[in-house]
């Protein structure tokens, strides 16, 4: 799949060509609205807007191959705007029964042991420092893109990412320096 020339033919409001475009990378939009809204059904619903806004907005793209940061962006947004409008918190609770939820999704007993003990530690570092820490370990983000994303400089997610991991080791009684 050439994004490039995808990216150009839904400029010019080629509706397949943007829709190919998200359908190659619905799973992973998928897992990043779901990791900020907690529930399938706000997910899903953020993921459409997502489409409304990329099918609204797509000319103002100027660099058609950073077309999937720049739709990750928008996603991340509109589910922080989502969120604030609500008043909505993601509690530790909440993410329990969104774990219970991937669980049926995934049936693996194992891997949700793993994410509730990685939850766990999470909820003893701060918003910012795990926000970073999921983009950057869980959504395979790179440090430009969770800059982005985060509208924070490179160095201020570096910083985070490494505190953040800095605290969990110490949290699960590792060494800092190992």
Same mark, same amino acid.
């Given at each position: 799949?050439?994004?490039k020339?995808?990216?150009?033919?839904?400029?010019?409001? *080629?509706?397949e060509?943007?829709?190919?475009?998200? &359908?190659?990378?619905?799973?992973?939009f998928?897992? !990043?609205? +779901?990791?900020? &809204?907690? *529930?399938? @059904?706000?997910?899903?619903?953020? &993921?459409?807007? &997502?489409?409304?806004? !990329?099918?609204?907005?797509?000319?103002?793209? /100027?660099?058609?191959?950073?077309f +999937?940061?720049?739709?990750?962006?928008?996603?991340?947004? @509109?589910?922080?705007?989502?969120?604030?409008?609500?008043?909505?918190?993601?509690?530790?609770?909440?993410? /329990?029964?969104?774990?219970?939820?991937?669980?049926?999704?995934? @049936?693996s +007993?194992?891997?949700?042991?793993? /994410?509730?003990?990685?939850?766990?530690?999470?909820? @003893?570092? *701060?918003?910012?420092?795990?926000?970073?820490?999921?983009?950057?370990?869980?959504?395979?983000?790179?440090?430009?893109?969770?800059?982005?994303?985060? *509208?924070?400089?490179?160095?201020?997610?570096?910083?985070?990412?490494?505190? %953040? !991991?800095?605290?969990?080791?110490?949290?699960? %009684?590792?060494?800092?320096?190992?």
């Amino acid at each position: 799949m050439d994004v490039k020339k995808l990216v150009a033919k839904a400029k010019k409001g *080629n509706k397949e060509a943007l829709v190919q475009l998200i &359908m190659a990378r619905k799973d992973d939009f998928y897992r !990043l609205a +779901y990791s900020y &809204m907690g *529930n399938e @059904h706000d997910a899903m619903d953020a &993921m459409d807007a &997502m489409i409304v806004i !990329l099918y609204e907005k797509i000319e103002q793209l /100027q660099k058609n191959e950073t077309f +999937y940061s720049w739709s990750k962006t928008i996603l991340v947004n @509109h589910c922080k705007t989502s969120l604030t409008k609500r008043k909505k918190m993601v509690l530790i609770d909440d993410w /329990q029964e969104a774990e219970d939820q991937a669980a049926e999704i995934q @049936h693996s +007993y194992f891997q949700i042991e793993q /994410q509730l003990d990685i939850q766990e530690l999470l909820s @003893h570092i *701060n918003e910012h420092q795990r926000e970073a820490i999921e983009l950057k370990y869980f959504h395979d983000l790179d440090y430009q893109t969770i800059a982005k994303i985060t *509208n924070a400089p490179v160095g201020t997610v570096k910083s985070r990412v490494a505190e %953040g !991991l800095k605290r969990l080791r110490r949290q699960a %009684g590792g060494a800092v320096n190992e």
